[in-house]
């Protein structure tokens, strides 16, 4: 080896080490905030765009001198495509959604890993299994179905070929992670819509300017949705990756559709200025598009967070909004039920959500105070109360949703709250793990009415006129809502940010749809608004009615609905 050659492995060793070090240090940044996690990403980033083009432009030296095999090529796409994945949770924005897909995607095309199992190493057939794993999240993100479900067949052979040659521990655990995959996959797919040729279409339902509602004029929009966060605990529903079936679809509804990237190569995109460009290819080059960045609310995503985990990420949210910001706190969990028989205290004692089952140590004074101890990853009505003091809006899908009906006005601030029904016809009871309905509702108006109904397949000719059919009533009531004289003041002021009122006219679609409906008798059958949302201007509004029976109508189950005046 001479010296050239000698320099350019010290060189690439030393970044693979400074690398591994960078990356491993991701684990102990603080989830919340921006300020604190910000620059080391950027500098993360910049050794692994020095890695990669250094392996790239030095490929025949490290071949030889070094040894370099291609699943550790493999390796270091991979830690490329977690890291633009983990920037995304952190910042919102879809399009690294994108780069993340096209270094996984790279990793498979080239088979940079197709000889991990010949290495006699079970960690490396680990890496690759959890490279599946991961490859798989971000392509249900992205709605690639198809890819999916090939993704999910080699993952499963990958598996069957680890415990056979090497007989592991974790055996067990790789396959609930294959199964957990599987299930959650066949819980997403409520309604299948088929093209002329039978083949399935797969649907996106993120925001786009063509479903973004319209917006009269005369409407306030000073207010911004900015902070997001999104819980979930529903001990029965499916999950995959810390992420419900809630969760998932919650996300992607408070998301703009990501643009895809047409030159199949990526570019760096990374935070830091002045960055040179990643490339997928082994060593071609591209000219730099760089990407549109687009302002998507920043979000939290809490999978059975504890009670000062909550708080925690609550107290980031508050203080990181601006003056003309919204926080937005979705929670789909089930009811922890309250005793409110003898009181009027509507902050704790009606009960609340559980956001995690962890049983805590008994209290050394529990003896002293019979019957007065509450869960305590209970969240009431009463620990959000602080953060009323900025625009809030709280969507809560849960069977002991009415706990958060009534709300005192301490602040002044803008301050709605959108309830879930607490019940759902029997023939609906056990479907608790393909998600809930009000979620549903606001995740895919029409999907959910398909549900109802009992529709599962449906021609995309049919599809396309039932959607026409929704966007006509979204168009209406977002008439009706800024037109209306009694409708409370908190309403409006966050009817101007596009994706708050996304959700306040599919609330008002989901209300009219279950009213309607013959399976849902009672109030506790729909949906419930803190303040509550004038029925004669909106939720009765014969108009609204009218579009839902044509809704019907075209469906060809009209007569699972009742005539308006049929109505109690």
Request: hydrophobic content about 35%; proline content about 5%; charged content about 25%.
């Amino acid at each position: 080896m001479d010296d050239g050659e000698r320099k350019v492995v010290n060189e690439f060793c030393h970044y693979l080490e400074k690398s591994k070090q960078l990356f491993n240090g991701l684990r102990d940044l603080p989830q919340y905030g921006h300020k604190q996690w910000q620059s080391y990403f950027g500098r993360t980033f910049d050794v692994y765009t020095k890695l990669w083009k250094f392996q790239q432009q030095n490929r025949q030296v490290l071949d030889t001198k070094y040894g370099l095999k291609r699943w550790q090529i493999g390796e270091i796409a991979s830690k490329i495509g977690q890291l633009y994945y983990h920037y995304y949770l952190r910042t919102s924005e879809t399009n690294y959604l994108n780069e993340s897909f096209a270094f996984y995607s790279a990793i498979r095309m080239r088979g940079y890993y197709s000889k991990a199992n010949k290495e006699e190493r079970p960690d490396l057939m680990v890496k690759k299994l959890r490279y599946y794993a991961r490859f798989i999240v971000v392509c249900l993100l992205l709605k690639k179905m198809k890819l999916v479900r090939d993704l999910v067949r080699e993952l499963a052979k990958q598996i069957d070929d680890y415990t056979a040659t090497y007989e592991p521990e974790d055996q067990l655990e790789w396959s609930l992670v294959l199964g957990e995959i599987r299930a959650f996959i066949d819980a997403d797919n409520i309604v299948n819509v088929v093209d002329v040729d039978s083949s399935s279409i797969i649907l996106s339902h993120r925001l786009t300017p063509l479903n973004t509602p319209p917006l009269e004029k005369s409407t306030p929009t000073y207010l911004t949705l900015q902070e997001i966060l999104i819980v979930g605990n529903c001990l029965e529903q499916v999950k995959f990756s810390e992420l419900t079936l809630d969760m998932f679809r919650m996300l992607q509804t408070l998301e703009r559709e990501p643009q895809e990237d047409l030159s199949h190569q990526l570019f760096d995109a990374s935070p830091a200025p002045g960055r040179m460009p990643f490339f997928i290819s082994d060593g071609s080059s591209g000219s730099c598009t760089g990407l549109n960045k687009r302002d998507n609310p920043h979000k939290y995503l809490l999978y059975k967070p504890t009670f000062s985990q909550l708080f925690t990420f609550l107290a980031s949210g508050f203080k990181e909004l601006p003056p003309t910001g919204a926080m937005l706190l979705y929670v789909s969990a089930d009811g922890c039920l309250g005793n409110a028989k003898h009181t009027d205290d509507i902050a704790f004692d009606y009960g609340g959500v559980v956001t995690n089952s962890r049983r805590e140590p008994e209290l050394s004074n529990k003896s002293k105070r019979p019957g007065n101890l509450k869960e305590m990853h209970c969240l009431h009505p009463g620990d959000l109360y602080a953060f009323t003091r900025k625009p809030l809006m709280v969507i809560i899908d849960s069977n002991n949703s009415s706990a958060f009906q009534h709300w005192p006005n301490l602040f002044g601030q803008p301050l709605v709250c959108l309830l879930s029904p607490e019940q759902v016809p029997t023939t609906l009871q056990d479907q608790h793990q393909k998600g809930n309905l009000f979620t549903l509702f606001l995740h895919s108006p029409l999907m959910a009415f398909c549900y109802i109904c009992n529709i599962v397949d449906i021609p995309v000719a049919v599809w396309d006129k039932c959607h026409a059919q929704v966007d006509r009533f979204t168009c209406e009531a977002s008439k009706l809502f800024t037109r209306s004289r009694s409708l409370d003041h908190s309403f409006v002021q966050f009817f101007g940010d596009d994706f708050l009122r996304v959700l306040l006219l599919r609330f008002i679609f989901c209300y009219i749809v279950l009213k309607l409906h013959r399976g849902f008798k009672g109030p506790s059958f729909y949906p419930m608004s803190y303040p509550t949302m004038p029925k004669e201007d909106i939720l009765d509004s014969p108009v609204l009615q009218k579009l839902i029976l044509d809704l019907a109508s075209i469906l060809e189950v009209r007569g699972l609905y009742q005539e308006a005046l049929d109505m109690d």
